[in-house]
C-alpha cells in the first residue's frame, strides 16, 4: 500500500488547500503523474507522485485545508489487491490525526466570546506568546478552554479569521514570515565582485545569429549554471541548515526568484543544474517563468531548491544585496548588466559587466570561502563555451 | 490581412505574457518597456508567441532594434506583407 502524503511545499509553506483531483479510484498512475492541485498562497500546485500504482480511494475532499504530511490518498502498490488495502485504509481512518477530515464548509464564525470576568482573560502560556507574534489582542478572542481561558487553538483560528483573503495579501504575509525568519536566525554576511562579460555576451551573440526565437538564449541561464558549477566546488554554499547543522543538498537545485505580475515573488527550482547543457536549461529556464507567472508550479519545484538564484534583469539596478530564503544556507544575486568603463591591458574600453552579491550564512561558511565562491562565478563565466556544454 | 488585424493578433500574443496591460492607455509609438513591465524571458516568450501565431520569425539583431509596438507591427507587416 502507498499512503500518498501531502508533500512539502517549501520551507514556507505548511499546509494547502486542495482544489481538484486530477485522478479517480481505479486509475492508474506512475511516477510523475499530477494527481492533485493544492493551492497556497502563491501558486496552485501541481502535486505529483513519486510511484508507480493504482488509486484506491481518495481520502479529502476538494476544498479541504490540510497540513503538509496529511495522507490523502492511498494507492495500491502493482500487484497488490483492494482486499489487501481495505484494512490498511480503515487503520488509516481511525488515525485522524494523520487523515484529514474532508471540510468544505468553512467553520462558523463564533457568536459572542465565552463570558468572562471582566479585567483578567486567561491565557495558557503558549496561547499568550503566539498571540503576540500575530499582533492579537488576547481580550478580543473567542475562548473555548476550560473556565473560558484562549487556548493555543483559539489563537490559531482567530488569527485564520483576521487573515485576508487576496492572494496579493496572503503571499505578502508568506515572503514576511520567510524574510523576517531569514533576518531573525541567519547571520548574514555579503560580499560583491564587478564581474566583465564581454565573452558571455559575445558568445550568446554569435550563438544566437540566425536561429529561430525558439532556440534563443538568455543570459540568465549561463549566469544560473555559473552559480550552479562554482557551488559544486564550494559545497558548503549548497543545501540547508536544519536542526543546528548544515545538511547539504542532495545535488544543486537552483531556486530562481521570479517576480509575479502584480507583486510577489516565487523562487521554484531548476533540478540538477551543472549536468545540464545551456540549450535545455535556456528551455526550462523560460517554460519555469512562463508557469510560476500563470501561478500553475509543480510540488517538486517549490519544495527543494538547494541555493537561490536572484537576476534583477536589463530593467534593475547595479547591484542587489539578497536575502536567503530558509532552510537554504547562500544566495547569488545578479544586478543589471551595464556597459562600463573597463581596464584592459593597460587600456581603459567599455565593456559589459554585472555586478555579482553573495548573500551566505555564517554559521556555516566564511567570507574567505565565500569570495572564493564568487570568484569562481566569475572565472566560469569567462569560459562561456565550457559553461554552456553539458557535463557528466 | 489588413494591418488593423496583424495589430490585433500581436497585440493579443503581448496580451497573453502581461495579462495586466490596459491596451486602451497604451501608446503604440512609445517605448514598450516603458510603459509595460516586460524582462528579458517575457520579451523572448513574446517573440515565440509571434513566432508561433504569425509564422514570423524576427532575428536576434532586429529584436534589439524594436522598442514600440508599432515597430513590432511595421516588422511583421514588412516580412508577411498586408492588405
Known amino acids: 500500500m502507498i499512503a500518498f502524503g501531502l508533500p512539502s511545499l517549501g520551507a514556507d509553506m505548511d499546509k494547502g488547500t486542495l482544489l481538484e483531483w486530477r485522478v479517480r479510484p481505479g486509475d492508474a498512475v506512475k511516477k510523475g503523474d499530477v494527481i492533485a492541485i493544492v493551492d497556497t498562497t502563491k501558486a496552485a500546485i501541481d502535486v505529483e507522485c513519486w510511484h508507480d500504482g493504482t488509486v484506491e480511494e481518495l481520502l479529502v475532499e476538494p476544498g479541504a485545508e490540510i497540513p503538509v504530511g496529511t495522507v490523502m490518498a492511498v494507492l495500491r502498490e502493482p500487484g497488490e489487491t483492494s482486499e489487501q488495502v481495505r484494512a490498511q485504509i480503515d487503520a488509516l481512518r481511525a488515525a485522524p490525526a494523520r487523515v484529514a477530515a474532508p471540510s468544505a464548509i468553512p467553520p462558523e464564525r463564533p457568536a459572542a466570546p465565552a463570558a468572562v470576568a471582566a479585567g483578567r482573560v486567561p491565557v495558557s502560556p503558549a496561547a499568550r506568546k503566539r498571540a503576540a507574534e500575530l499582533g492579537l489582542a488576547v481580550d478580543s478572542i473567542a475562548a473555548t478552554g476550560p473556565g473560558g481561558a484562549v487556548t493555543l487553538a483559539d489563537v490559531e483560528a482567530a488569527a485564520a479569521r483576521a487573515a485576508p483573503v487576496s492572494r496579493g495579501e496572503a503571499m505578502r504575509q508568506t515572503i514576511a514570515a520567510a524574510m523576517a525568519r531569514s533576518k531573525r536566525e541567519i547571520p548574514h554576511y555579503y560580499l560583491a565582485e564587478d564581474i566583465p562579460l564581454a565573452l558571455a555576451t559575445a558568445y550568446l551573440a554569435e550563438r544566437n545569429a540566425g536561429r529561430s526565437v525558439t532556440e534563443r538564449l538568455l543570459l540568465a541561464p549561463l549566469l544560473v549554471q555559473a552559480v550552479a558549477r562554482a557551488v559544486q566546488r564550494y559545497p558548503e554554499f549548497n543545501g540547508f541548515f536544519r536542526d543546528g547543522a548544515f545538511v547539504p543538498g542532495p545535488g544543486v537545485h537552483c531556486g530562481v526568484a521570479i517576480a509575479l505580475r502584480g507583486g510577489g515573488l516565487v523562487a521554484p527550482a531548476l533540478h540538477n543544474v551543472p549536468s545540464r547543457d545551456i540549450a535545455t536549461l535556456n528551455r526550462a529556464l523560460l517554460d519555469l517563468v512562463q508557469r510560476a507567472r500563470a501561478g500553475s508550479l509543480k510540488a517538486s519545484e517549490v519544495a527543494d531548491p538547494t541555493i537561490t538564484v536572484t537576476s534583477l534583469g536589463e530593467q534593475g539596478v547595479r547591484s542587489v544585496f539578497p536575502i536567503i530564503y530558509p532552510p537554504q544556507v547562500a544566495i547569488v544575486g545578479f544586478g543589471r548588466v551595464i556597459e562600463r568603463p573597463w581596464i584592459v591591458d593597460g587600456a581603459i574600453r567599455p565593456a559589459p559587466v554585472v555586478t555579482a552579491s553573495l548573500g551566505a550564512d555564517h554559521r556555516v561558511s566564511d567570507g574567505h570561502r565565500g569570495a572564493l565562491l564568487l570568484a569562481a562565478v566569475r572565472d566560469l563565466l569567462q569560459r562561456p563555451d565550457e559553461l554552456a556544454k553539458a557535463t557528466p | ?83
Not at chain 2, 497573453?16 to 510603459?35: C, K, M, N, T, Y
Not at chain 2, 524571458?41 to 517573440?47: A, G, I, K, T
Open chain 2, 1 to 83: 490581412m489588413t494591418r488593423d488585424e496583424l495589430s490585433a493578433r500581436i497585440r493579443a500574443c503581448l496580451g497573453r505574457i502581461a495579462p495586466e496591460i490596459d491596451f486602451g492607455a497604451l501608446q503604440p509609438a512609445a517605448r514598450l518597456r516603458d510603459q509595460v513591465d516586460l524582462d528579458s524571458v517575457d520579451w523572448l516568450n513574446f517573440l515565440v508567441a509571434v513566432h508561433a501565431d504569425l509564422g514570423v520569425d524576427i532575428p536576434d539583431a532586429e529584436a534589439a532594434r524594436l522598442a514600440t509596438l508599432d515597430q513590432v507591427v511595421d516588422y511583421c507587416a514588412a516580412r508577411i506583407g498586408t492588405a
